[in-house]
């Protein structure tokens, strides 16, 4: 199954093994290590490139003109900048990875990066990308406003892709689908924050209706594939198993990238409760129902790359 591509783990939980700073907590999240630890991040994608995935994704999930501004007191230019040399440290990455492997025989021979776009939640450091709460305070013309200058700044440094992910509403969706339309040459995933009830998005709506409708609703081929992110793994496949039910043709490609099962909170961050069942354990059931991108989000290690990258070879 050449087709099936494989994504990289959580950024910051393989940051932290470069790191003897704290990560969690901080409102910039890993963002600030673009400015502070830059060789820390080119290390972390690095890792995820030596482990086998096709495609890394850039360091911008939290990094936003919002945060920037507030807490570096830079200007507005000098936040995209900071977005721009992001995409830089990918592709350094991809380059030192490509001379590593002239000789060698690997899957990942031509990595693509992709423009980490996290939702308007996380920048305000609250956990609401796992409620969606703030959208009904917000309208879409906002969200088309807020989302546009870090896509162009990702487009203008040349990555091949966006991540659109963890988008916990239906009003965010919906506007991200409407901006990406003055974009047609772009690709983009579009991944989502989900309850863990097998049906609803984090906001209570219908997850498998809305992103059906994303996905059709998008520029045709626009959309390589939707899904969710950010979940316990065990929670993936109620959530998935109906959009290609039944369907011999037009399947759509989904994507998935779950946390380790770990429950977080802002207060006291991740922890552990009762037994975690591992991603790799679904891998077969998930590739059955049409995930064609699949990797891992917070509190998964580039280890976890190298065995999803190990079984996907296997299929």
Not at 130 to 159: D, K, M, Q
Not at 163 to 190: N, S
Not at 193 to 221: H, I, M
């Amino acid at each position: 199954m050449s087709e099936i591509k494989v994504l990289d783990g959580g950024f910051s939980t393989q940051l932290s093994t470069h790191l003897d700073e704290k990560i969690n907590g901080d409102p910039l999240w890993t963002a600030r290590f673009l400015i502070t630890k830059p060789k820390a991040v080119f290390a972390t994608h690095l890792d995820f490139l030596r482990a086998g995935a096709d495609i890394i994704e850039t360091n911008t999930y939290q990094a936003t003109i919002d945060g920037f501004v507030k807490y570096l007191g830079i200007t507005e230019e000098e936040s995209l900048e900071i977005i721009r040399k992001a995409v830089d440290y990918a592709k350094d990455a991809v380059n030192v990875y490509s001379k590593e492997i002239e000789n060698k025989n690997v899957r990942n021979r031509k990595p693509l990066i992709a423009g980490s776009c996290g939702p308007y939640g996380a920048c305000l450091h609250d956990g609401s990308e796992y409620t969606g709460s703030y959208c009904i305070n917000i309208s879409r013309e906002f969200l088309i406003n807020w989302h546009r200058p870090r896509i162009c700044a990702l487009l203008e440094r040349g990555v091949d892709l966006l991540a659109i992910e963890t988008i916990p509403c239906m009003r965010e969706a919906e506007a991200i689908i409407d901006l990406l339309k003055e974009f047609p040459d772009t690709r983009a995933w579009l991944s989502f924050s989900c309850r863990n009830d097998g049906k609803s998005l984090a906001d209570g709506n219908n997850f498998q209706e809305l992103a059906v409708r994303c996905y059709k609703n998008a520029l045709p081929g626009q959309i390589l594939a939707i899904g969710v992110n950010c979940i316990a793994p065990q929670c993936v496949t109620a959530l998935l198993q109906d959009i290609n039910k039944n369907k011999l043709n037009d399947i759509i490609p989904l994507i998935v990238y779950p946390n380790s099962g770990e429950k977080y909170t802002v207060s006291e961050g991740w922890k552990k409760e009762g037994e975690i069942a591992s991603l790799h354990e679904f891998i077969d059931e998930w590739l059955d129902l049409g995930v064609r991108y699949i990797g891992g989000c917070c509190r998964t290690y580039a280890a976890d790359i190298k065995q999803i990258r190990s079984r996907v070879d296997q299929c």
